[in-house]
């Protein structure tokens, strides 16, 4: 296969053209082919193919462009590949026309170091005639088009400089002025070619000429960048005038040395002494580094990006002292101030004179407009080694500016921004640090304590890197505090920490230096009106992962309103990205964020908890609809204005929401208890009840129904009170507590027979009905049952109705009237059916199951029992299929098939097992 972008996108086989005609597949295969064998993420490919503005659906249509331009390479089709973030295209040596450019002129650039002039100059030939066109020419992408020219022109420009070189050190005279007039007219602010024009001019005796093209130059540079030539044409210019002519090889025919100041700049700040791990991202911008002065590539542009004190600086000027000899001509360093308490970010403008400084004099005469400065610093480091770290950046457009454009500069930014800007259009690498790992956040204070100090107290060093939450800063004001006060023992330290009343008070620091608190707020005071309302209700939060949802609930705002902020928060690296719409908040930001809640009113704060409150409530009610549709329905009315619900469509949806956020569900129970949401909260405990049932989690429904219980009371709300008496001795039945006819059932019948609520009284009959049947007393279930069947056909509760023909059969059977108990279930097995109540028929399979059993019919018993036990599987209810197994296994031993049965029996217990409890059924 052979790859060709210096011109018109072609792709051969062989001999043959492989067409692709598709205007957005040639994009996207430029796109690949100028990152090739490297990992083009999605957002990039988005960004080139829609010209920065993809639609919501561009990953999906990314993904159909590249089905679709794999059928169109044919046999090459496969070597697309993909890779997270993205895509990339496996390309091998000697097939892409760019990657033989440049090996050529980087073997040029080693034969001009030999000297051997004369293999450098064919080596240039053969790149240039790899030279068709511009770059991607006929690819509609003006900006691929834009960011492939700039570096393959500059490698093209510096391989005619040295090829002119070469010409002049042969003393190739007539060819080298004949190529090197048309040169500079089209190059004309690059010294090196007029440097090797004059010599040759000279060379051929024609000193006038070469005289006339030194004012030419020397004008030029005045009138476009107001600078004088550099100090190898001013020299040269001397040496003409006093009819020196410099012969072939000397020091004046070799390319200048520099352009205005004979020092090197070393601007890296000091080593961070107690630098310790980030291993990984050393290694990886280090192989950044190695590859491209391997390929021959232009360096990379490397945004480092994280939270707040996550170490972005540390990690920067770190790698820097340890690839500093890897850049002779010097390392410039320059803190953009994106980010400060009191200092303005420095402009572009202001950015470009502090680097132009550490080249030119003091008294070097600017050029007047901020066009020309920035040309003349690209000028200036075009042809340099450097490394230059811009420190603190806000934004890419802060940044852009200052990239320079030769292709031996390696620039590294660090910023508490993303800069996805640079990433899609620089194509820079983005390196994403978060907290340290727990050993290398053990290993920092080590370093700063010693070892010795905290194997003295291992658990206090443990406490204290919790405490910190592995956050570098935080860590290293700690450290700086034990190390200054020796005294104190880290256990001392820890307690004093863990007893502060605010979590950010743990991290003050002496009067002027910045704390954790203050670093945070200079990220925090440059948010949007919008991201900022947004993080202070983040801080009412009482987790650290939020849904979309779930924040445009608390905040009040429409979901794209919201999300428009969360991923500005995210950009800022206040939040992290957890996967579609969802975020993360780091514990110490998450305090910050509370304390900034602060400044809302009372009411607004009231407000959005109402939200957030009515969020959960309304969402889990939905799911437990689905899970269990035969309870007692709960009217609930309009929620708050601006609540957002999570939609549900089934039970497999429904038990994974619960499952995704029953730990935030029980927190805010207590939550609201705490608070005085007595509504609230009792109504968000009764929706948990068949959730926590199904998945054994016993100790939490009896924790949480008593608090419903006594929110309930303090509402004064008779029906909620009545509800959850019921479900608190449903609660205490799981664990043998089955005293008589149950107190809190019988004041639930008298609080429902108060507010004349005959639904309400059937539910409480049903439930007594249960009671009874577990404490053997099956005559009071069988009137309890009936009582419960004529209050659901007075009310019309067709749910309750047939989970009262259910447990009225349950009982019949036990008492011996099988045929009636057989009648009574398959009449409940019907009408759930009918009502689409999958819970309620497996509950009518069950009994059926026992009453087959009892009849002699073992063949219908295990029908019965395997129909309850695959519908409770299909509804996720793994306490209730374990339950129904055991009851299968007791019928298969019971007629003699004891292999069979401890089997099933196995089953079941491996399920109880891996729920790490034993359950109890309720009939």
């Not at 949401?677 to 929706?687: N, P, S």
Request: contains cysteine; hydrophobic residues 40%; proline residues 5%.
């Amino acid at each position: 296969m052979r790859f060709a972008i210096m011109g018109p996108l072609t792709v051969h086989d062989g001999d043959e053209v492989v067409p692709v005609a598709s205007g957005k597949l040639r994009v996207l295969l430029a796109a690949l082919l100028c990152h090739a064998n490297r990992v083009v993420s999605y957002e990039q490919l988005a960004d080139l193919l829609w010209d920065g503005r993809p639609s919501e659906a561009a990953n999906t249509t990314i993904r159909s462009y590249v089905k679709r331009l794999r059928r169109a390479l044919r046999a090459a089709g496969g070597r697309i590949e993909s890779h997270s973030p993205g895509y990339l295209i496996r390309v091998e040596p000697g097939e892409l026309d760019t990657q033989e450019f440049a090996d050529l002129c980087r073997a040029a650039e080693q034969d001009a170091r030999r000297e051997e002039w004369a293999r450098c100059v064919h080596r240039v030939e053969q790149a240039l005639a790899l030279w068709r066109q511009s770059p991607l020419v006929d690819v509609p992408s003006p900006r691929l088009q834009a960011e492939e020219s700039r570096w393959l022109t500059e490698l093209r420009i510096e391989a005619l400089e040295r090829q002119m070189q070469a010409a002049v050190q042969l003393r190739r005279y007539e060819w080298a002025v004949a190529q090197l007039e048309q040169l500079v007219r089209e190059y004309p602010l690059r010294e090196r070619l007029h440097h090797h024009l004059i010599v040759a001019l000279d060379g051929l005796g024609r000193r006038a000429d070469a005289l006339l093209a030194y004012q030419r130059v020397r004008q030029i540079l005045d009138d476009e960048l107001g600078i004088d030539p550099g100090p190898e044409l001013q020299a040269l210019h001397q040496r003409i005038l006093a009819a020196q002519t410099a012969p072939a090889g000397s020091q004046a025919a070799a390319p200048p040395a520099g352009t205005g100041r004979a020092e090197v700049p070393r601007q890296l700040p000091s080593t961070i002494r107690h630098f310790v791990g980030r291993q990984a991202e050393l290694d990886e911008l280090t192989e950044l580094l190695d590859t491209a002065t391997r390929t021959g590539t232009p360096a990379p542009v490397l945004a480092v990006s994280g939270a707040p004190g996550v170490g972005k600086t540390a990690l920067a000027v770190h790698w820097g002292h340890q690839v500093a000899h890897r850049f002779p001509d010097g390392q410039l360093y320059l803190d953009l101030c994106g980010f400060h308490p009191s200092r303005t970010a420095l402009t572009p403008d202001d950015a470009i004179r502090d680097l132009l400084s550490s080249f030119l004099p003091n008294d070097a005469r600017l050029p007047v407009s901020p066009s020309a400065r920035a040309a003349l610093y690209r000028s200036i480091v075009a042809d340099k080694t450097l490394l230059i770290v811009l420190d603190n950046a806000y934004d890419a457009e802060q940044v852009r500016p200052l990239l320079p454009g030769g292709l031996r500069c390696l620039t590294i930014v660090t910023s508490r921004n993303r800069l996805n800007g640079l990433v899609a259009r620089e194509g820079a690498h983005p390196v994403l640090l978060g907290v340290l790992p727990e050993a290398d956040a053990y290993g920092l204070l080590v370093r700063r304590l010693g070892r010795s100090r905290l194997e003295r107290e291992p658990a206090a060093a443990r406490q204290i890197v919790d405490l910190c939450h592995r956050l570098p800063l935080a860590l290293s004001v700690v450290a700086a505090r034990g190390a200054t006060s020796p005294q104190l023992s880290l256990t001392e330290l820890a307690d004093e920490m863990a007893g502060t009343d605010s979590t950010l008070d743990r991290f003050r620091t002496d009067p002027g230096s910045p704390d954790v608190r203050s670093i945070f707020s200079w990220s925090y005071r440059q948010l949007t009106d919008s991201a900022a309302r947004m993080f202070r209700f983040l801080g009412l939060y009482p987790a650290t992962s939020i849904s979309t949802t779930v924040a445009a609930s608390l905040a009040g705002q429409p979901l794209d309103t919201a999300r428009a902020a969360l991923r500005e928060l995210a950009s800022a690296h206040l939040l992290a990205e957890q996967g579609r719409d969802r975020f993360t908040c780091h514990d110490l930001m998450r305090s910050y964020a509370g304390e900034q809640a602060a400044q809302e009113s009372p009411e607004a704060t009231e407000a959005a908890l109402r939200r957030l409150l009515d969020h959960y409530l309304y969402t889990a009610h939905r799911a437990a609809e689905l899970l269990e549709p035969i309870r007692q329905p709960l009217p609930l009315g309009p929620p708050e204005p601006g609540t957002h619900l999570t939609p549900l469509t089934d039970h497999r949806q429904a038990r994974a929401w619960f499952r995704a956020e029953i730990s935030l569900l029980l927190t805010l129970v207590r939550m609201a208890d705490e608070k005085r949401y007595d509504r609230h909260c009792w109504r968000l405990a009764w929706t948990l009840v068949d959730y926590l049932h199904s998945e054994g989690r016993h100790e939490d429904l009896l924790e949480t129904q008593r608090i419903a219980l006594a929110a309930a009371r303090r509402s004064d709300d008779l029906d909620g009170e009545a509800r959850v008496h019921r479900e608190v001795s449903r609660a205490n039945q799981l664990f043998e507590r089955l005293e008589g006819d149950c107190p809190h059932l019988i004041r639930a019948l008298h609080l429902y027979q108060q507010i004349n609520d005959t639904q309400g009284q059937g539910r409480t009959y049903l439930s007594l009905a249960y009671l009874c049947a577990r404490q053997g007393r099956y005559p009071d279930a069988r009137d309890y049952s009936r009582r419960a069947l004529e209050f659901a056909q007075q009310s019309g509760d067709q749910g309750g109705y047939a989970a009262a023909l259910n447990s009225l059969g349950w009982c019949q059977a036990e008492l011996g009237n099988l045929d009636e108990a057989l009648r009574h279930c398959q009449e409940s097995l019907d009408l759930h059916r009918r009502l689409g109540m999958r819970a309620g028929e497996a509950y009518s399979y069950d009994s059926l199951g026992y009453i087959h059993s009892a009849l002699g019919d073992l063949d219908s018993a295990v029908v019965c029992y395997r129909l309850s036990v695959e519908l409770w599987r299909a509804l996720g209810n793994r306490l209730e299929e374990a339950m129904g197994l055991r009851r299968l296994a007791e019928a298969l031993t019971r007629y003699g098939y004891t292999g069979p049965g401890r089997v099933v029996d196995r089953l079941a217990e491996r399920i109880l097992l891996d729920m790490g409890q034993i359950g109890h059924h309720l009939p």
